[in-house]
């Protein structure tokens, strides 16, 4: 007869059994609960809030989709207030700062996400990470250009062909622009996964509202009573507010074409201000551009039209912009980013584009937003955009309805494009 009540021997291996089972258990709960980790590479620089609202766009959406993933970023940039207003947004960011940081986030990170930018801007630290890690990458909203929007020249063949080949071996490339998708598929390109993703930009929620307000009221901007208007040169000036030299060849080209780049917004205040009563706010995307608008824009206007004219003579950062932006009738000018954080936040906005700009502007096609696309170097388009910025500030329910089309297409694809992180974080 076997007895019921187990041996000593019997009962000590009852419970060494017992005790291996529970600690196999609490090490699957232990790696269940550790959370996964994103290295994020952006944050290029600062003069421009196109620049800085890349990566609270990027943390945005992560919060959103990845809810309980851990961030790191690896800036270049964070200066002038923008590592503060990224921490007051996310107080659980983390930065690497040094090179004893970075071993760190080598370390610890499963996963380097190079955010949005007008490249693989951060190539070569893409490639670092691969070699000195091992573990995966991916690219989130970029360019993909033959010749950089900062160059006269076109890149080398070598030079792309090894930005092909770093690109071929992402998890995923999600392209801002579908030019820069097929001409990396055309190049041979063969990530896992290549499509259309949207610039980062678009999911920018930064907002400064107490300092756009007091600006709106200390200048007699009622909400949903003005347009916005952007001006930009062909080239950056970036010798005016950096360490740098003087590019004579950008400056002439700048100059050359100066008038031909303004006059249609010239004429497009004007039209407003005729058909309308709406006003006007001259304000900047970047550090540079504040100059530009007095000079082609307000000084062009007649005493009488300045009345209705507001030209902001310093720059601001992004939660201050958006919050502005947010409050407009649109927006129009010669930039990119501003109109992608409109639309973002539903706001109607019109892109004006030229060569020297890249492909990033054929993103407003892609979003069902061609309409409001404008190419700069075709004069059928220098002609058409006044009578298309009176529409859209004569017509604001119509506008809202084409700005709120484009961005649930943005947001549908940002819930694709995420999904895709998740999926390569397991």
């Not at 929007?149 to 030079?159: E, L, M, P, R, Y």
């Not at 792309?160 to 080949?165: G, I, P, V």
């Amino acid at each position: 007869m076997i007895s019921e009540t187990p041996s000593p021997l019997t009962r000590r291996s009852a419970l060494s059994r017992l005790g291996l089972a529970l600690g196999t258990a609490l090490t699957g709960l232990e790696a269940a609960d550790t959370p996964k980790r994103i290295l994020l590479r952006s944050s290029w620089q600062t003069v421009n809030i196109g620049d800085i609202a890349h990566t609270p766009g990027v943390l945005h959406l992560i919060e959103q989709y990845l809810p309980g993933v851990e961030v790191t970023l690896w800036p270049s940039r964070i200066d002038n207030g923008v590592e503060e207003i990224l921490l007051a947004r996310f107080p659980k960011l983390k930065f690497v700062k040094g090179i004893d940081d970075l071993k760190r986030a080598f370390a610890e990170n499963d996963f380097l996400l190079h955010g949005s930018g007008a490249s693989l801007v951060a190539q070569k630290d893409v490639e670092r990470w691969a070699e000195a890690t091992g573990k995966p990458y991916g690219i989130y909203g970029i360019t993909l250009p033959r010749r950089s929007s900062a160059s006269t020249t076109d890149v080398s063949d070598g030079a792309f062909a090894k930005t092909l080949s770093i690109l071929g071996k992402a998890r995923f490339v999600f392209f801002r622009d579908s030019h820069s998708l097929e001409l990396a598929k055309s190049s041979g390109c063969t990530a896992p996964v290549m499509e259309f993703g949207p610039d980062g930009a678009f999911a920018c929620d930064l907002r400064e509202d107490e300092k756009a307000i007091a600006f709106l009221e200390a200048n007699g901007l009622e909400e949903g009573r003005f347009l916005c208007c952007i001006p930009r040169l062909r080239y950056t000036p970036y010798w005016l507010i950096k360490d740098q030299p003087k590019d004579e060849v950008k400056h002439a080209r700048n100059e050359e074409m100066k008038f031909h780049d303004h006059d249609p917004h010239l004429a497009a205040i004007r039209l407003v201000l005729e058909g309308t009563d709406l006003k006007i706010l001259l304000c900047p995307e970047d550090q540079t551009q504040m100059q530009v608008g007095k000079e082609l824009l307000y000084d062009r206007l007649t005493d009488e039209e300045k009345k209705r004219v507001v030209w902001r003579p310093n720059y601001w950062l992004t939660g201050e912009a958006v919050s502005v932006y947010a409050r407009s009738a649109g927006l129009f000018g010669n930039e990119m980013h501003s109109p992608i954080m409109c639309i973002g936040q539903g706001i109607p906005a019109i892109v004006c584009r030229w060569a020297e700009q890249t492909s990033k502007g054929y993103m407003w096609e892609d979003i069902g937003l061609g309409e409001w696309l404008f190419d700069f170097d075709r004069e059928e388009d220098l002609k058409r955009l006044p009578e298309t910025v009176l529409a859209m500030a004569a017509n604001p329910e119509k506008a809202r309805e084409t700005a709120a089309k484009g961005r649930a297409f943005v947001e549908k694809r940002q819930r694709e494009t995420m999904a895709a992180v998740k999926k390569e974080l397991g």
